[in-house]
């Protein structure tokens, strides 16, 4: 199994980065998908969560109207449209694989597999 992250990046205050999760090792579409951030010194954050067919989604508040999480099940790809980026969004951010999305939507510790994550830095 592998994830591995994509697109992060400096970008200044109130602009856009788009991040990309590459799957592989196992069935993409039996899983839900998440991203998750982690800022120095604190707890990683569920940020977003996607359904196995893409239709389904959840945020965390902070994110609401901001970001955007999607997937492209012919591609085993999973997405995060980050708009309107603030410092407070600085983290490193990792996508993480949810076996029949059985479990919170965004607690950590109920996510299968994990990516190596990729730095977002708002300055």
């Known amino acids: 199994v592998q994830l591995v992250e994509s697109g992060g990046g400096l970008v200044q205050p109130g602009g856009s980065l788009r991040l990309s999760c590459a799957a592989s090792?196992?069935?993409?579409?039996?899983?839900?998908m998440g991203w998750f951030r982690q800022a120095p010194g604190k707890e990683r954050e569920g940020v977003a969560r996607?359904?196995?067919?893409?239709?389904?989604?959840v945020y965390v508040d902070s994110v609401k109207g901001r970001f955007t999480i999607s997937r492209d099940n012919a591609k085993n790809t999973l997405y995060l449209h980050m708009n309107s980026l603030q410092p407070e969004d600085t983290a490193m951010y990792y996508c993480?694989?949810?076996?029949?999305?059985?479990?919170?939507?965004?607690?950590?510790?109920?996510?299968?597999?994990w990516g190596q994550g990729t730095r977002v830095t708002v300055s």
């Open positions: 993480a694989a949810q076996l029949y999305c059985i479990g919170s939507p965004l607690r950590h510790r109920d996510f299968h597999y």
């Open positions: 090792g196992y069935t993409y579409s039996n899983y839900c």
């Open positions: 996607v359904s196995r067919d893409g239709g389904t989604t």
